[in-house]
C-alpha cells in the first residue's frame, strides 16, 4: 500500500552504503542453541545505531539493510551464518542507540510465566473434569531457569510495567495516607488536576497541535459512545456508519447498540467492508470506492488506526480525505496504533479518536483512556446544521459531566454547565488518580527515550528481522503486501504442517503495519502457545491458527526475536515430522 506521504519516518535518508537486500539472504541450518539463555548484557558498543538514520519509508528500503548492517558490525560475511548466529542479534543489540530503555522496564520472569500458564491449565481442565493438566498434549518438560527474564512479544495485548510507576503509585498512596482529602490541591501532583501530565505528554504520541484536543478520560468503549452521541447524528438521508467486519468485537458492539439507539437496524446501517477474496487485509482503494459509493448516506468513516487482528496499518490519511469528500466524519479507533506508529491526527484532519493505554502505552491493565477530538470541533456554533455537509462546523451535541466544565467552574456547584473547550468538555467525572499517574510514567518514558519518531525507526527495523528470520528459517510466506509469486510460491525451506508452510497475514510492507506480526499456522495454535509459553516466551493466540507476535521497541531485543523464532521452530517439530 503506497501511502499519500511519506509521514512515518520523517526525515530519513537512504545510506546506500548500509542498504542491501535482506530477501537476497537465503535459508540455512540452525545453529546449536541454549533456549532462553541469559539475555545478555548490553554493554556499550563500539558502533551505535542510529536507526532514525534509515529509511523505512517502503517495502524494499526497509526490508534492505540488515546483511550489510551485519557485516559493518563485524557479523559474518555470507548470509546464511549471519541469519543462523544468535551473536548478530545480540551485536545488533549492543549497537541499538535505545538499548537502555529496556532497563526502565520490570520483564517478566520465564518460571512465573511457564507456571502461570500451568496453573491456567490445570484449572480449565479441573473444570472441564478431563483430567489432563496440559494443553500441549506431551510432557510439560524443565521449566525455565528462575533468574531467567521471559521473552515477552505481547506488548499488543498489555505493555510491561515502567520501573518508575511502582515509584508515582507509592508516591500517590503516601500521600493520601499522609494528608488525606488536602491531596487535591497540594503536592507535586494536585490530584485535581491529575489529567494534566498525561493528556500534555500524548499530543506528541497522537499528533495533536495542542492540549485542548486530548482528554485522559474514562475507557475506550466508554468514551467511543460519548463521542459518538455528539458525532453519529443520523438524518434521514445521511445514516450509515462504515467499518470493517473483522473489528474487533467491542467496535461491533458500540456501533451497533448505537443505530439501534437512533431507531435504526444494523443491517441497514452499517456497511461491512470485506477483504477481497483469498486476501487477509483490506486494500485503501476499495475502501476509497466504497466510500464514493456510499456517497451522501454516509455519516461516519469509523475504522481502526492498526487492526487488531491482521496488524494492518491503514492510510488515516487518505481514508479520512475520502469521508470527508462525500461529507461524511472520520473517526479512529488508535488502541493498536497510539504508542506502535507515528499518528497525525490534526494534520490529517481526523474528526475524533479513541484508545486505551495499556498496550504499547503501557498504563497498566484496564488503565485510563485517552480522546481526541479535532479544534475545529471546538467552536460550536448555535442552530441545526443548514445541510449534511455543513454538520461539522455546526453544533457539537454533547452528553455532560463535572469535570467537563472550566476547571474554575468545577467546584462552584453551579447547575448551569460551563463547557470547557475541546476534547476535554467531554470528560464527566474526575479522572482516578492511581489511573493517570502510570500513564504519565509511561509516556514519560516514551519522551525519555526520543518519542514516537525514535521507537518507530526502530521498530521498522526490529519487525523486519522478525519477518526475515521467519522466511529464512520457517520458510514462512507472506500474505500480503508482497508480489503475487511471493505470495503463491511455497518457499523451498519451507517448514510444511498438513502440507502447508506458515503464512504471515500482516502486510510486509513497513508503512501498512506496526510492530505486530500476524502469524497464520496450518493447525490449531493453542498448543503451540502453550509450550511457547512454558518456555518463558510471550505472545497472543487468537484461535483457531493465528499467532501475534509484537517486538516492542522500548523493551524488546533482537535476541529476543532470535529466541522466539529458535523456539518455535523446535516447538512445531513434531507437527511437521507428523504431516
Request: aromatic residues 8%.
Amino acid at each position: 500500500m503506497a501511502l499519500s506521504s511519506t509521514v512515518w519516518c520523517d526525515s530519513l535518508t537512504l545510506n546506500p552504503a548500509i542498504f542491501a537486500s535482506i530477501f537476497a539472504l537465503v535459508t540455512f541450518t540452525l545453529p546449536t542453541y541454549s533456549p532462553l539463555s541469559t539475555h545478555s548484557t548490553m554493554s556499550s558498543a563500539s558502533v551505535s545505531i542510529d536507526w532514525q538514520s534509515y529509511n523505512h519509508a517502503d517495502s524494499n528500503a526497509a526490508h534492505s539493510s540488515l546483511q550489510s548492517l551485519i557485516r559493518e558490525l563485524g557479523g559474518a560475511s555470507d548470509s546464511a551464518s549471519a541469519s543462523a548466529s544468535v551473536d548478530v542479534a545480540r551485536k545488533l543489540d549492543e549497537a541499538d542507540s535505545l538499548r537502555r530503555s529496556r532497563d526502565m522496564f520490570r520483564i517478566p520472569n520465564a518460571r512465573e510465566v511457564a507456571k502461570a500458564i500451568q496453573e491456567q491449565a490445570r484449572a480449565k481442565a479441573a473444570a472441564a473434569a478431563t483430567g489432563s493438566a496440559t494443553e500441549s498434549n506431551g510432557t510439560e518438560g524443565e521449566l525455565p531457569d528462575a533468574q531467567q527474564d521471559s521473552i515477552y512479544l505481547c506488548g499488543n495485548s498489555l505493555g510491561l510495567l515502567p520501573r518508575r510507576t511502582e515509584t508515582y503509585l507509592q508516591a500517590e498512596l503516601s500521600k493520601w495516607a499522609a494528608v488525606g482529602v488536602e491531596g487535591h490541591f497540594s503536592g507535586s501532583r494536585p490530584w485535581a488536576r491529575i489529567d494534566e501530565q498525561p493528556t500534555a505528554l500524548a499530543m506528541e504520541v497522537v499528533g495533536a497541535t495542542s492540549e485542548a484536543e486530548i482528554a485522559t478520560m474514562g475507557g475506550l468503549s466508554g468514551n467511543l459512545h460519548l463521542l459518538l452521541t455528539s458525532f453519529y447524528r443520523p438524518t434521514e438521508q445521511r445514516y450509515k456508519i462504515m467499518m470493517e467486519s473483522d473489528a474487533f468485537c467491542s467496535d461491533h458492539h458500540v456501533i451497533r447498540s448505537q443505530v439501534e439507539l437512533h431507531g435504526r437496524t444494523p443491517d441497514d446501517a452499517i456497511i461491512l467492508l470485506t477483504p477481497r477474496q483469498g486476501e487477509s487485509t483490506l486494500r485503501t482503494e476499495d475502501i476509497e470506492a466504497a466510500i464514493a459509493d456510499a456517497g451522501d448516506k454516509l455519516a461516519l468513516l469509523m475504522l481502526p488506526g492498526v487492526q487488531f487482528y491482521t496488524g494492518q496499518f491503514f492510510d488515516m490519511p487518505r481514508l479520512t480525505a475520502a469521508a470527508h469528500r462525500v461529507g461524511a466524519l472520520a473517526g479512529w479507533d488508535c488502541a493498536h496504533a497510539a504508542g506502535n506508529v507515528p499518528l497525525r491526527l490534526h494534520e490529517w484532519g481526523v474528526d475524533f479518536a479513541a484508545w486505551c493505554s495499556y498496550k504499547y502505552l503501557n498504563s497498566g491493565p484496564g488503565s485510563i483512556a485517552q480522546i481526541f477530538v479535532h479544534e475545529k470541533h471546538h467552536t460550536p456554533v448555535a442552530g441545526p446544521a443548514s445541510s449534511d455537509s455543513d454538520r461539522a462546523a455546526k453544533r457539537v451535541v454533547k452528553l455532560k459531566g463535572w469535570w467537563g466544565q472550566t476547571a474554575s467552574q468545577r467546584f462552584a456547584m453551579r447547575s448551569v454547565h460551563e463547557e470547557k473547550p475541546g476534547a476535554q468538555s467531554f470528560m464527566l467525572s474526575n479522572p482516578p488518580v492511581l489511573a493517570c499517574v502510570p500513564l504519565q510514567a509511561s509516556l514519560e518514558v516514551v519522551k525519555e527515550v526520543g518519542g514516537i519518531k525514535a521507537l518507530r525507526a526502530k521498530s521498522c527495523f526490529l519487525t523486519a528481522y522478525l519477518e526475515w528470520m521467519l522466511k529464512t528459517q520457517l520458510g514462512a510466506l507472506s500474505q500480503s503486501g508482497c508480489s503475487e509469486d511471493e505470495q503463491t510460491q511455497t518457499p523451498s525451506n519451507a517448514l510444511l504442517i498438513n502440507g502447508q508452510p506458515i503464512r504471515i497475514l500482516t502486510p510486509s510492507d513497513p508503512s501498512a503495519r506496526g510492530c505486530q506480526l500476524s502469524l497464520l499456522f496450518p493447525c490449531p495454535v493453542k498448543p503451540l502457545h502453550y509450550a511457547l509459553t512454558l518456555r518463558g516466551i510471550v505472545t497472543d493466540v487468537r484461535e483457531p491458527n493465528v499467532l501475534r507476535v509484537s517486538p516492542t521497541p522500548l523493551y524488546n531485543t533482537f535476541q529476543d526475536v532470535f529466541a522466539f523464532v529458535t523456539e518455535l521452530k523446535k516447538v512445531l517439530q513434531p507437527q511437521i515430522q507428523s504431516s
